[in-house]
């Protein structure tokens, strides 16, 4: 990893050269390093070259182009990440109505980025909209892929965390008690995850 992040910063350097800072392929490159420094452990380093990427390619692409969204998707996700939760919150809201124009309305990604959004609504404690979009979720990718899908799952897990949150325990317990079964025939009773998950769900019964 440290080869690959001496490579990006050299290609860096030669594209702002060559391009100008402002180009997108130096965006590009921005953005790549920036996946390499987390892959390296070093997401801090990395969250302002891709917020610097996404501020060139929305200058230079235009808001609505691939490359663009591409790298607020990944901005969106590593704040969150990082914690930056308003950060978060608005590059989430800026990309969700064009992933949706441009894609549909229960297009995988679409709702990824509805998720993505809930979650940095729920960390800042906006619940209720943050529930509507959780329960919307949860709709879309059961209509899309099912109730036994790892996507379908993960909303069932972030809605139950949700009403555990804002203290709807029967609400969260009941959430348990749909996917505990559905995650075990996915991975096991031995899973380590099955079993952390579990102990959460016996904590309810207390």
């Known amino acids: 990893l440290e080869r690959a992040k001496s490579m990006f910063e050299d290609a860096l350097s030669a594209s702002e050269r060559v391009n100008g800072s402002e180009h997108p392929e130096t965006a590009q490159i921005l953005n790549s390093l920036g996946a390499v420094l987390i892959s390296s452990k070093q997401p801090q380093e990395a969250l302002p070259l891709i917020e610097r990427a996404a501020e060139i390619d929305r200058k230079a692409l235009g808001p609505h182009h691939a490359q663009t969204l591409s790298v607020l998707l990944n901005l969106g996700a590593v704040a969150y990440n990082q914690d930056k939760f308003d950060l978060a919150e608005r590059?989430?809201?800026?990309?969700?109505?064009?992933?949706?124009?441009?894609?549909?309305?229960?297009?995988?990604?679409?709702?990824?980025?509805?998720?993505?959004?809930?979650?940095?609504?729920?960390?800042?404690?906006?619940?209720?909209?943050?529930?509507?979009?959780?329960?919307?979720?949860?709709?879309?990718?059961?209509?899309?892929?099912?109730?036994?899908?790892?996507?379908?799952?993960?909303c069932y897990l972030n809605l139950a965390r949700h009403f555990l949150q804002v203290g709807n325990i029967s609400e969260a317990k009941r959430l348990y008690d749909l996917y505990l079964p559905r995650y075990s025939s996915v991975v096991g009773e031995s899973h380590h995850s099955y079993k952390d998950i579990e102990k959460q769900y016996q904590l309810l019964l207390v």
């Open 91 to 154: 590059t989430e809201r800026e990309i969700l109505p064009v992933f949706s124009a441009q894609q549909g309305p229960l297009a995988p990604t679409t709702l990824l980025v509805k998720n993505n959004l809930a979650l940095a609504l729920s960390a800042t404690g906006k619940f209720s909209e943050a529930e509507a979009l959780f329960l919307e979720t949860l709709e879309g990718f059961e209509t899309v892929y099912g109730g036994d899908h790892s996507e379908t799952l993960n």
